[in-house]
Nanobody, 125 residues
Framework: QVQVVENGGGLVQPGGSLRLSCAAS????????MGWYRQAPGKQRELVAS???????YYADSVKGRFTISRDNAKNTVSLQMNSLKPGDTAVYYC???????????????????WGQGTLVTVSS
């Protein structure tokens, strides 16, 4: 199967920076997309940024110019550099990847979307 592990969350003051990272492992054949979502208390989960196999990126309007997503294809990792953080950025951040992996059970390649466990980012003075 495929596993995703995140790290890098924490407490930061407004205007500060944090870097989140996410590593995927397992029987991965190829990664189509890697992205970061967030869910604030009482709100729906929303897409923050994503990066696709060709390098194309997407950012939510609320984070454009402040957040940068990047990926290392050789290491199957994706990072989110967050600058100029605001209290409104406070949320649990989740990594999600879309992959083709080899299933020993089915004896074939299959498509899968995998979520990380989430990491809390708190922006507060």
């Amino acid at each position: 199967q495929v596993q995703v592990v995140e790290n890098g969350g924490g407490l930061v003051q407004p205007g500060g920076s944090l870097r989140l990272s996410c590593a995927a492992s397992g029987s991965i054949f190829s990664i189509h997309a890697m992205g970061w979502y967030r869910q604030a208390p009482g709100k729906q989960r929303e897409l923050v940024a994503s990066i696709y196999s060709g390098g194309t990126t997407y950012y939510a309007d609320s984070v454009k110019g402040r957040f940068t997503i990047s990926r290392d294809n050789a290491k199957n990792t994706v990072s989110l550099q967050m600058n100029s953080l605001k209290p409104g950025d406070t949320a649990v951040y989740y990594c999600k990847i879309s992959v083709d992996y080899y299933s020993d059970y089915h004896k074939m390649y299959r498509y899968l979307e995998v979520w990380g466990q989430g990491t809390l980012v708190t922006v507060s003075s």
